[in-house]
């Protein structure tokens, strides 16, 4: 998921609004007919919060992956997680994975 979100951030370039504002523009062309802009329908400042977003995301799959090499508890993981994806994630520790395991068997 941190490949994927990093090459939609380098996707993006970097330019101006009417009022000199400087903002983030994204621009994918579909690979089959009609070959237009996946994001045509979105303004500049739609595409600038998106911007922000997939930073905001970046940081996150970044934070959750420094836990995962310091084997930090698997709840702080997914409470990271649960940042992006919302409430429905769940939140799992060691327990309820290694119940879930042994239920399979």
Do not use: W
């Amino acid at each position: 998921m941190k490949n994927l979100v990093s090459k939609i951030e380098q996707e993006f370039t970097i330019t101006t609004d009417d009022d000199g504002n400087i903002r983030h523009a994204i621009e994918v062309d579909i690979l089959t007919p009609p070959y237009n802009d996946l994001f045509e329908k979105m303004t500049l400042m739609q595409k600038d919060d998106f911007y922000r977003e997939i930073v905001k995301i970046k940081g996150i799959l970044n934070r959750v992956s420094k836990k995962i090499d310091e084997s930090r508890p698997l709840t702080e993981q997914c409470t990271l997680l649960q940042d992006i994806f919302g409430d429905d994630f769940p939140i799992l520790s060691a327990r309820s994975i290694i119940s879930s395991s042994e239920s399979a068997l």
